[in-house]
């Protein structure tokens, strides 16, 4: 059976330790997903983002994401899954996700799928910093927005 690591952090993500925690003879295929704080957002200079979340409630929805990969990508894939709550500045990780397969179609299938759901169903909120000294929270992605089904959905 696959394993399956999920945290809302604040420290730092580590890519390394996802890449560690994948380490697996049988796995072909490692995908991952960093995301970053751009410095821009519909053309405003931004300096920074802030997170928060509901811990309890963003891990509980984690570990249901990841359990569903492995329901449709195989239960022998491992899943890592890490959000960061506080605030970062640009180029700092938000979050990082890696998945680890015997094959790279599941393996980005499955990676995907683990991001789209994220944004869609986790409690985390994001307030961006301006350059221009204001501040703004992002209004959350709703699952009505979704243009097409995902892959293996």
């Known amino acids: ?4 690591h999920v945290a809302v952090c604040e420290t730092p993500l580590s890519c390394d330790a996802a890449l ?3 380490d697996d003879p049988g796995h072909g295929a490692v995908c991952t997903f960093i995301g970053k704080v ?9 300096g920074g983002v ?3 979340a509901f811990d309890a409630l963003v891990v509980n929805t984690f570990r249901a994401i990841a359990e569903e990969v492995q329901a ?3 239960g022998e894939l491992d ?3 890490e959000h960061f709550k506080g605030r970062l500045d640009i180029g700092g990780i938000s979050v990082v996700i890696a998945v680890g397969s015997g094959h790279r179609e599941e393996s980005f299938a499955a990676c ?3 991001i789209e759901e994220v944004k ?4 985390i909120w994001k307030q961006e910093h301006y350059l221009a000294g204001d501040s703004e929270w992002i209004p959350g992605h709703s699952l009505r927005d979704r243009p097409e089904p995902l892959p293996g959905g």
Do not use: C, E, Q
């Open 20 to 22: 560690a925690f994948l």
């Open 50 to 52: 802030s997170y928060d």
């Open 120 to 123: 869609h169903r986790s409690p």
């Open 1 to 4: 059976m696959g394993r399956i």
């Open 72 to 74: 449709r990508w195989g």
């Open 112 to 114: 995907r799928y683990v």
């Open 79 to 81: 899943v890592w899954l």
């Open 38 to 46: 751009r410095n821009t957002n519909l053309d405003k200079p931004v």
